[in-house]
């Protein structure tokens, strides 16, 4: 029966293919499931006790935090899972985990309890690192770069619709039952996985496997990839010292109006609606004429975009350079997994893609600290300067490190 199912719905469609499809939903219902919980975190934490401004402060960054530090340490560990039993295992464990956790902070007394189920949220990561790590593995290499970005596009839908939902339903039904709603959706994403996801994949006995350190040497060009793992880190950076602050951002440009809140999530959203529809198109782009190329040029593009942000003088000037930055996202992330993909040996792929998961995590841990820190010194408009000087860095370590791609294509050409 689940045979006849497979075959009415993927009619005519290759297997990679088929499987894009079933992980692009995938995706973006654990894109909606992560930021649906997100807008009023803090102000569920505020219902499990008595606190302070300043412990209120504080308890929210640890919850936010614990997930992304236990996310940087135990993503390698599970790569390497990944590479000796498949990428389809880490998927079930992933998406699994992920729905009973999720699902059980609706039931937390305390903070300690969140805190626990937070740091298990960590522990049970890898679900979008590794559908990059299967569609890279089986989609063919001239189209993996398309591939990849429309993958993206997933994630990056669902984490814009998320916090609208979020919103909406803990409005309605209280901040508990959203919890619940989430592991409810993750709960389906393991169902379509086990059904309709399919790896072609030989189990690797543990002896067998290579070591990380013999891994990253035995590279046909080891200082790229590890160039892109640093690059991934401080994208995540530059985009994350900003976000925390941006709604405080746009109370500043409204003089504490009305309606901050909703204006603040339109200006939010806009960089993710130009993410979706650029993404796949660059990938394409990437895959004619180098994704080395659309890297660099996005770089280049990201740092006229953020200047302008620290001197708007009105809410819809931040929201339309906002929308930019979404085209300037869309040329940088779908771009450094691509390049891992492309020079890195199938049979690595999980640990590739989950070292550069752990890599993605310090960003998150650090940016919002860089943002913290430069706007109580020098004021919102000091955190885009910052991001620029951020950007620029990596603009120069990406030209370093991608120098081997550009002689190869001259060699060729």
């Known amino acids: ?96 985990g992920l729905a009973i956790v999720l699902g059980a902070m609706g039931l937390v007394q305390n903070i300690y309890e969140l805190i626990g189920l937070r740091l298990l949220q960590g522990f049970f990561s890898g679900y979008i690192s590794n559908s990059n790590a299967l569609i890279a593995t089986s989609a063919p ?41 989430t592991g409810t959706i993750l709960f389906i994403v393991f169902i379509l996985c086990l059904v309709f996801v399919h790896e072609d994949f030989t189990p690797v006995e543990k002896g067998d496997q290579v070591p990380g350190r013999q891994l990253i040497h035995e590279l046909k060009y080891p200082h790229l990839i590890i160039g892109m793992f640093v690059t991934t880190m401080i994208i995540q950076a530059s985009n994350n010292s900003i976000s925390p602050l941006l709604s405080l951002y746009v109370r500043q440009l409204m003089h504490h109006g009305n309606n901050v809140a909703l204006v603040s999530g339109v200006v939010a959203a806009t960089p993710g609606i130009a993410t979706l529809i650029a993404a796949p198109r660059f990938g394409a782009l990437g895959d004619r004429i180098g994704s ?25 000037q931040l929201g339309a350079l906002r929308l930019l930055v979404g085209v300037a996202d869309a040329a940088l992330l779908p771009q450094v997994q691509t390049i891992l993909a492309k020079y890195s040996p199938h049979s690595s792929a999980g640990r590739i893609f989950s070292y550069n998961q752990s890599f993605q995590a310090m960003g998150n841990v650090a940016g919002p600290l860089i943002g913290s820190s430069v706007s109580g ?37």
């Open 292 to 316: 080395e190329k659309i890297l660099l040029g996005g770089l280049i593009f990201a740092v006229f975009v953020y200047v302008p942000q620290a001197f708007v003088q009105n809410v819809w």
């Open 141 to 181: 290499q001239e189209k993996s770069g398309q591939a990849l970005g429309t993958l993206t596009t997933g994630s990056v839908s669902g984490t814009l619709l998320g916090p609208l939902l979020g919103g909406i339903i803990a409005q309605a039904t209280g901040y508990r039952t959203t919890f619940f709603i």
């Open 377 to 413: 010194l020098f004021g919102y408009s000091g955190v885009f300067l910052s991001t620029t000087v951020l950007v620029i860095v990596n603009l120069f370590w990406v030209r370093q490190n991608t120098k081997v791609l550009r002689e190869e294509h001259e060699i060729q050409k």
């Open 1 to 96: 029966m689940l045979t006849n199912i497979r075959q009415r719905l993927f009619r005519r469609r290759a297997q990679w293919e088929q499987n894009l499809v079933v992980l692009w939903f995938g995706n973006f219902m654990a894109g909606v499931a992560f930021s649906l919980i997100m807008p009023f975190m803090s102000l569920y934490i505020d219902t499990l006790g008595n606190f302070t401004t300043a412990q209120l402060s504080l308890w929210s960054g640890v919850t936010y935090s614990i997930t992304f530090l236990v996310t940087a340490l135990i993503s390698p560990w599970w790569g390497k899972i990944a590479d000796r039993r498949g990428r389809k295992l880490m998927l079930l464990r992933a998406s699994l």
